[in-house]
């Protein structure tokens, strides 16, 4: 199985950014530990603050991976664009937030990509990470 894990803009400061919030690990660290927890499984990864970007990674996953886990952060709220690309692949998604998003401003209440996505993890920190990799998992089983 490969899964394809995409983190979106300012995730690249995790580690420094709000720890309050985001807490201390940089994201390099856990998809370390990520990598060794499951094992039986090919794990990528991609960052990126650029939307064109994010949205040319969802297009390329076609036919290379079995999943992706994708946390867009702020342009969850705000890419139309993004979402149409996790429509318009036929790659499951599992999207993912650190925070609890409802528990935050008004404006990331609203997802364009959860009505198109396999499912939606938030609110347990990196841990998320780890619910979707393993939704996908059980999956195939």
């Known amino acids: 199985m ?43 990864y ?29 342009y969850t709220h705000t890419s139309v664009g993004i979402g149409d690309a996790v429509k318009a692949i036929e790659v499951p998604v599992v999207e993912v937030h650190i925070s609890n998003t409802h528990a935050r401003e008004e404006f990331r209440h609203k997802s364009f990509i959860a009505p198109v996505a396999k499912g939606v993890i938030l609110g347990f920190g990196l841990q998320g990470y780890d619910l979707a990799i393993q939704s996908f998992i059980n999956s195939k089983k």
Do not use: C, M
């Not at 995409?6 to 390099?28: D, V």
């Not at 991609?46 to 886990?69: A, R, T």
């Open 46 to 74: 991609f960052q990126s603050n650029i939307e064109g970007e994010i949205i040319d990674h969802l297009h390329k996953s076609v036919g290379e991976f079995d999943g992706i886990v994708l946390n867009a952060a702020a």
């Open 2 to 44: 490969k899964i394809l894990i995409i983190n979106g803009p300012n995730l690249n400061l995790l580690g420094t950014r709000e720890p309050e919030t985001y807490g201390s690990k940089k994201f390099e660290d856990y998809f370390a530990d990520l990598q060794f927890r499951f094992r039986e499984v090919e794990l990528s």
